[in-house]
Each structure stands twice: as structure tokens, then as C-alpha cells.
């Protein structure tokens, strides 16, 4: 009876027990570009793009804004945001337009900068976006406000402020990677 009670006893604080689950590993990519620790990186008409600018913001509503972007004489840079209702765990395609579209997409553009002034850039005309313009999220970790995940785009729309930006024609991204965090 003695080893019968010892034997529940153990059972019962096994069951008992919270058992905290494991975090999802990180994806391992196969970064076209040579990268630091957080980093955006992606082909830009064929070419590497290595960002020494990536960030992600947390906003009042709970979107996920983020940046990979170069800063310089003219800053530029990809901007996503992500709203807090989109699910993670689905491919979310991109056009660029408010965070107040469909659950299912998320916004993007790519930006120059000339001074505090905006300089213009690309972007995906709201319901122009194809299922070849998505952004895929493939770790988010809300304790330490890392993500990480894939992207590639084809933008539709031209607007610069030329000069001094000098810009492409076209821009398409593909190859598109990143690791970014709350800092």
C-alpha cells in the first residue's frame, strides 16, 4: 500500500507539473548576401542588398513595422508593416496601402530619403499584388521580439524625386531575408 500511495503520489506532481514548451528552433537560411547577427538582406534587381538598418517597431495597435534599410547620404530602405490581426503562421501577400487592409496581406514600399524630406520610391498599387509578392514569417518570439522570416516583391509603381535620388527604372526583390528585433 506504502509503494501504491508513493507510486500516485508521483504521478499526480508529473501531471501537476507546468512543463513550459520548448521554443520553435531558428530557421537557417541560405542568405545570398554576407550578413551580421540582425540583419535584412535581399537581391535588388540582381544585385546584394545588405542593410545596416534592421529594425522592428511594436506599435500602439500591435502591428510589426519593420525596416531594412541602408543609412547614407540618401537613406533608403524596404518598410513593412504587419497588423496585429494577420496570422502569422500564413504567407502574407504584399501591395502597399494603410495597415487597415485585409487580414490576410501586409503593407510594403521602398523609400528614399533626402534629409527630414521624403524622396520618393517604389511601391505595389493596392489590388495589384500578385501571389509572387509575399512576406512569410517563420519565427516570431514575442518575449524577446525577435523575428524572422522571407520576402520577395516586384513593385509596380515608380515615384522619385529625382535628383539627387538615383534610382532604377524597375525594382524587384528576391532573395529577401531577415532577422530583426524590438531595440
Not at 150 to 170: G, H, L, M
Request: with cysteine; charged share 20%.
Amino acid at each position: 500500500m506504502k509503494n501504491l500511495s508513493i507510486f500516485l503520489i508521483v504521478i499526480t506532481c508529473f501531471f501537476a507539473c507546468e512543463k513550459e514548451e520548448p521554443a520553435p528552433p531558428m530557421p537557417i537560411y541560405d542568405v545570398p548576401c554576407e550578413v551580421e547577427e540582425y540583419y535584412g538582406a535581399f537581391l535588388q534587381n540582381g544585385e546584394c542588398f545588405v542593410s545596416n538598418e534592421a529594425i522592428l517597431r511594436i506599435t500602439n495597435n500591435n502591428s510589426r513595422a519593420f525596416r531594412i534599410g541602408k543609412q547614407g547620404t540618401i537613406p533608403e530602405g524596404i518598410n513593412f508593416t504587419v497588423s496585429h490581426e494577420a496570422d502569422l503562421k500564413d504567407t502574407l501577400f504584399l501591395e502597399t496601402r494603410g495597415i487597415a487592409g485585409r487580414v490576410g496581406n501586409a503593407s510594403v514600399f521602398y523609400s528614399y530619403a533626402i534629409g527630414d524630406s521624403d524622396g520618393g520610391g517604389f511601391r505595389i498599387t493596392s489590388g495589384t499584388g500578385t501571389d509572387q509578392d509575399f512576406i512569410i514569417i517563420d519565427y516570431f518570439n514575442a518575449d524577446t521580439t525577435e523575428m524572422m522570416g522571407r520576402f520577395q516583391c516586384r513593385f509596380n509603381t515608380r515615384s522619385i524625386a529625382e535628383p539627387p535620388v538615383v534610382a532604377p527604372d524597375t525594382m524587384v526583390i528576391t532573395e529577401g531575408y531577415f532577422r530583426v528585433k524590438v531595440e
